[in-house]
């Protein structure tokens, strides 16, 4: 089973609408949770960290379920510029804080 | 912010030969760095675990010898890929997480190999 699962999409979606991407992950230890954004051929870049109690920036809101082991990130008001593969990202903590990437989604957004 | 510079960004090499990628944190102190590969429309795979001054750890599947990673300073882990074949074309990517302030995991720009 791997570490984090996410839904590869694509999503394909009109500017101005709301989207939203799940993520799981397996090892209920697991520390940190972040979400990536990673543009075709470039390196990911941090969007958010996702913290116990949710946390928003802008029109990005994401949410954590210690519990269900899930992650969410909601995009409202999609922009152009919100094309990319996100990343779900979780750190467990170890020896030498190792970092598990998801498959990313493909998020897709049209004119 | 922090950053990580990553060199170089292309390499194109013949069958059999040696590359070398560098990774510098350029405005902090790595004693660890993280190699990754991504293979198209696949996420990123945690190659090895660069550890300055000493011997870097290496996931299951992958290659110490083929493989070699250097972290002989604070702020720079190399990663040699010898004797590349045409299968070790990939995206490489190194990253670094600035403890001193965030803890933020930062990326290298990546270094996209091609072996012919």
């Known amino acids: 089973r791997k570490e984090v699962e996410q839904d590869p999409g694509p999503f394909n979606v009109p500017e101005g609408a709301t989207v939203a991407f799940n993520c799981t992950y397996s090892?209920?230890?697991?520390?940190?949770f972040f979400w990536y954004r990673q543009d075709c051929r470039k390196e990911p870049k941090l969007l958010m960290s996702v913290y116990s109690s949710g946390n928003e920036d802008g029109r990005f809101t994401a949410q954590l379920n210690r519990a269900s082991q899930y992650i969410s990130l909601l995009i409202r008001d999609s922009k152009l510029s919100d094309s990319a593969t996100y990343l779900c990202v979780v750190n467990t903590r170890d020896n030498f804080n190792k970092f598990y990437f998801g498959s990313g989604t493909k998020l897709n957004v049209k004119p | 912010g922090a950053v990580v510079s990553q060199h170089p960004s292309r390499v194109i090499c013949k069958s059999g030969t040696s590359v070398k990628i560098e990774c510098r944190s350029l405005d902090f102190q790595a004693t660890t760095m993280f190699w990754y590969r991504q293979f198209p429309k696949q996420s990123l795979m945690l190659m090895a675990t660069?550890?300055?001054?000493?011997?870097?750890?290496?996931e299951q599947g992958v290659e110490k010898d083929k493989f070699l990673i250097n972290h002989a300073s604070l702020t720079l882990s190399t990663l040699t890929v010898t004797s590349a074949h045409p299968e070790d074309s990939s995206f490489y990517i190194c990253?670094?997480?600035?403890?001193?302030?965030?803890?933020?995991?930062?990326f290298g720009e990546g270094s996209r190999l091609t072996v012919l």
């Open positions: 090892n209920s230890a697991s520390q940190s």
């Open positions: 990253s670094a997480r600035d403890f001193q302030t965030s803890g933020e995991l930062f």
């Open positions: 660069s550890n300055e001054g000493s011997k870097a750890t290496y």
